[in-house]
């Protein structure tokens, strides 16, 4: 879906640096999340945004920030990045009810 | 919250045969199921969806059906081709508007 769009795709820095993932959507979808996806867990909610300014905590949320200015992006940052955080990450949006959400073609994520 | 369990882990299929993937849900308020395909290294897709108001939806030789009592939604593919194999994950929609995932079912047809 050419609608909502992440970046960088490949991402490789080392432990303790901040890193920050972009996430941009042109639907002016309510909704935003961020998943990371690792083998064996399926796909975990790290945070979501109900709509601008209002954010909340999903599964796994410790070890990052997230904030929401604008509707159509959800930035997701690592502040100091640890070896634990190297995964696939995937933005994901969609309008209330009962939508289907919509994902990013996700961030490879390497920390050293 | 809610729960999502999916079953089996993976599966594998001779060309031409069905496949069957299950899920149980534990929060009674989950009113949409979705269905999402995963392509190795690429995004997950969504291939179906079944609000509660209605028990089955085909589409294709995919169908999904529902049981709101039993809390458990599953998914059929017929006729299963190569291109058929991949990740499945079932979804539900619960409280606080957050869609919460299976672990997944890895597919794959043998041709």
């Known amino acids: 879906d050419a609608g909502i769009t992440q970046s960088p795709r490949y991402k490789i820095t080392e432990t303790g640096r901040q890193v920050t993932l972009m996430c941009h959507q042109t639907?002016?979808?309510?909704?935003m999340f961020w998943y990371r996806q690792d083998l064996g867990h399926g796909l975990r909610l790290i945070y979501y945004?109900?709509?601008?300014?209002?954010?909340d905590k999903g599964e796994v949320p410790d070890g990052y920030v997230v904030s929401r200015s604008k509707t159509e992006n959800f930035p997701l940052t690592l502040e100091s990045a640890t070896r634990s955080q190297t995964s696939v990450y995937f933005c994901?949006?969609?309008?209330?009810?009962?939508?289907?959400?919509?994902f990013g073609d996700g961030t490879r994520l390497s920390i050293l | 919250g809610e729960n999502v369990e999916q079953h089996p882990s993976t599966l594998s299929v001779q060309e031409g045969d069905s496949a069957v993937i299950k899920c149980t849900y534990s929060?009674?308020?989950?009113?949409?199921f979705p269905w999402y395909k995963q392509e190795l290294g690429k995004r997950p897709q969504l291939i179906i969806d079944?609000?509660?108001?209605?028990g089955e939806k085909k589409d294709q030789r995919i169908a999904v059906t529902l049981n709101k009592t039993a809390k458990h939604f599953s998914l059929h593919i017929t006729e299963t081709q190569p291109e058929d194999s991949a990740v499945y994950f079932c979804?539900?929609?619960?409280?606080?508007?957050?869609?919460?995932f299976g672990i997944g079912t890895k597919l794959q047809v043998i041709p």
């Open positions: 994901a949006s969609r309008d209330r009810g009962d939508q289907p959400q919509h």
């Open positions: 639907w002016s979808h309510s909704y």
């Open positions: 945004s109900a709509a601008a300014d209002i954010t």
């Open positions: 929060d009674s308020a989950s009113n949409y």
């Open positions: 079944i609000r509660s108001n209605v």
């Open positions: 979804a539900a929609l619960g409280g606080y508007q957050k869609v919460t």
